[in-house]
């Protein structure tokens, strides 16, 4: 099954991962990846991943997408999947193995250290793909010095992160109580280093890099109650809200308003939501 698990010892340790790693967050990006993996297919292929190819997959949790490029690369490709959770790799080996998937690898290791944790892979990477990762890292820019290592030229690499989030992140009719648990998760994940404008900074670190921007653009979708899309923020209110109570980010009274409005928006069919843009970026290393 998977050829190997490296672990690299960083000096410049991350502060603990903000959204956890336990098995409601793990579910919980299976729903995501599922609600997204049509916009991610169509970036895939934007980004040229094909049969035969070596394609990183960074900050990869659980592998919901690894699995599926596992299948676009096929048995004669590799694809590389990388996180700092060893649970969440875990996961990935036991669906590989269950499915036989013998060319997807895993790798622990920071994404920020690529070049340590990756020794064996610099120049022979055909594409990478990294999906809310970028937001989470207090080091964007040496995670793109490492992509700049790691792929070959002509190499690509495929991004779909935010920007705007938490200004653009709002339930109509507008609700106090919701706005203000909007504004304490983008202050919790600033505080672990993490950025939820980091898309508005990331075409001019690639540019700086070596790297060529081929596609910029932006996904922008809203959800009604009842909709399968509902249940993407619902999904995450569930496992963070209560985070945010636990590690002082709002009172219990603010995340008893909270889930009010939510319940009231959710039995209310003239409610929507404007999630958030999902910005996604195609760059191509010279
Ligand atoms: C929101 S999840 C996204 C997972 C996956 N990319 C997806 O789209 O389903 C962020 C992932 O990044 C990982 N992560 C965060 N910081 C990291 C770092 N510095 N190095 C490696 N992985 C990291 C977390 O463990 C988590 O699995």
Not at 31 to 48: G, M, N, V, Y
Not at 187 to 195: E, I, M, P, Q, T
Request: overall charge neutral.
């Amino acid at each position: 099954m998977p050829t190997h698990s490296a672990s690299a010892g960083s000096s410049k340790k991350s502060a603990t991962y903000v959204l956890g790693t336990g098995s409601d967050e793990s579910v919980r990006l299976g729903l995501q990846h599922r609600l997204w993996s049509a916009a991610t297919h169509i970036l895939w292929e934007r980004a040229k991943i094909q049969p035969g190819q070596t394609v990183l997959d960074l900050g990869c949790g659980p592998g919901h997408a690894a699995m599926d490029l596992a299948q676009i690369v096929g048995p004669t490709g590799r694809v590389i999947a990388m996180d700092e959770s060893a649970s969440f790799l875990k996961q990935l080996h036991d669906n590989a193995v269950s499915r036989k998937f013998h060319h997807v690898e895993r790798v622990l290791g920071d994404v920020q250290d690529m070049e340590s944790v990756l020794p064996g892979e610099q120049g022979q990477v055909d594409a990478a793909y990294i999906r809310w990762v970028f937001c989470f890292v207090p080091r964007p820019e040496d995670v793109v010095k490492g992509l700049a290592k790691v792929l070959k030229p002509g190499g690509r690499v495929a991004v779909q992160d935010y920007f705007n989030y938490e200004r653009c992140l709002t339930l109509a009719p507008r609700r106090e109580a919701f706005t203000k648990v909007i504004n304490a998760v983008a202050a919790s994940w600033r505080s672990r280093g993490g950025d939820t404008d980091i898309m508005g900074k990331l075409p001019g670190m690639f540019l700086k890099n070596g790297f060529r921007i081929e596609h910029l653009d932006v996904v922008q979708r809203m959800a009604r109650p009842g909709s399968s899309l509902w249940h993407w923020p619902n999904s995450f209110w569930q496992t963070f809200v209560p985070k945010l109570v636990e590690t002082g980010f709002i009172t219990g009274e603010d995340m008893m308003a909270f889930n009010k409005a939510w319940e009231e928006a959710s039995a209310d069919p003239g409610a929507f939501i404007q999630l958030p843009p999902v910005f996604e970026l195609v760059a191509i290393k010279d």
